[in-house]
């Protein structure tokens, strides 16, 4: 019988190829750099080839290794979803993965009413950027601003997405924001989750595109910052009514102009195609199209 290759080895080669980077793997790994450079060397004399090329600053996989990882990794895979399905079938913990946005300003506001509703579910919360792979990641469900379409997943509409724009009541005071053509006296905020401006502005001023391009911008990385920029008065943000639930309550933000511009993304619910999720997952999952 072939003697398998060193599991621990395979685990170290996986997170160096996904990282690209025996530092970012032992990270992950939670060992040293200098451990996974070992496993990886065990991994090499094992197999007789040189997975990589290594430099004073970087290291680079041979083809041998592209192949074989090619090869292995949905072996891989599979080992971690059926070993993780198993270890939380029975279990009342459920891993959700989301945009840092999303958690903080539509799902914290209403964690309370899950914990009133399931009191026995213990929610682990990744609040990331990062499309979070479920076939290989704890995370059971995920919510992901996209246009819904992934053959690899089972997809379920939270809420759709339209632009619209906000800014703090004394900002739209002090600038006469009458109409939408008034914002040529404005700030726009741009957020990489709604980089509308050009759009929003086509459909809903009569504004040149000399006048648009003279308006002055600021550019932020974060909903949450074009947001927090906005509410202190610091200019007009386009962005999605669910992350501003709480300053339109409380009368911090406003909209000043009713035009939105239909947009194809959406938040959407999603988990593995075919995956077997455990009751509490099914409950969370229930939970939050019904809250939605």
């Known amino acids: 019988m072939d003697a398998f290759p060193p599991l621990k080895a395979l685990l170290a080669f996986d997170a160096a190829m996904q990282h690209h980077s025996f530092v970012k793997a032992a990270d992950a790994l939670a060992v040293t750099p200098g451990a996974v450079g070992q496993q990886i060397q065990n991994l090499e004399a094992w197999l007789g080839t040189a997975l990589f090329v290594r430099t004073v600053r970087q290291v680079a996989p041979t083809a041998d290794a592209l192949r074989y990882w090619e090869e292995v990794r949905p072996a891989l895979s599979r080992i971690h979803a059926a070993s993780n399905a198993l270890r939380h079938r029975r279990s009342d913990e459920v891993r959700l993965s989301m945009p840092p946005s999303l958690a903080a300003k539509w799902f914290a506001r209403r964690m309370g009413r899950l914990m009133a509703l399931y009191p026995h579910i213990v929610v682990h919360l990744s609040a990331t950027t990062e499309l979070v792979d479920l076939a290989r990641h704890d995370a059971a469900l995920a919510i992901r601003y996209f246009d819904g379409v992934d053959p690899t997943l089972d997809v379920a509409l939270l809420a759709p997405d339209d632009a619209r724009l906000y800014c703090a009541p004394a900002y739209a005071a002090d600038l006469r924001l009458a109409s939408s053509d008034d914002l040529v006296r404005a700030t726009l905020l741009h957020s ?49 009514a669910l992350l501003v639930e709480d300053e339109l309550a409380q009368g911090s933000l406003v909209e000043p102009f009713p035009c939105r511009l239909a947009l194809d993304a959406g938040y959407y619910v999603v988990h593995r195609r075919g995956a077997n999720l455990p009751p509490a997952a099914r409950q969370m999952l229930q939970w939050l199209l019904t809250d939605a």
Request: proline residues 6%; charged residues 10%; aromatic residues 4%.
């Open 192 to 240: 990489t989750m709604h980089p509308h401006w050009p759009a929003w502005l086509a459909q809903c001023s009569t504004l040149t595109t000399a006048q648009v391009a003279a308006i002055p911008v600021q550019h932020v990385d974060m909903s949450l910052l074009g947001i927090e920029a906005a509410r202190r008065g610091q200019g007009v943000v386009l962005t999605s």
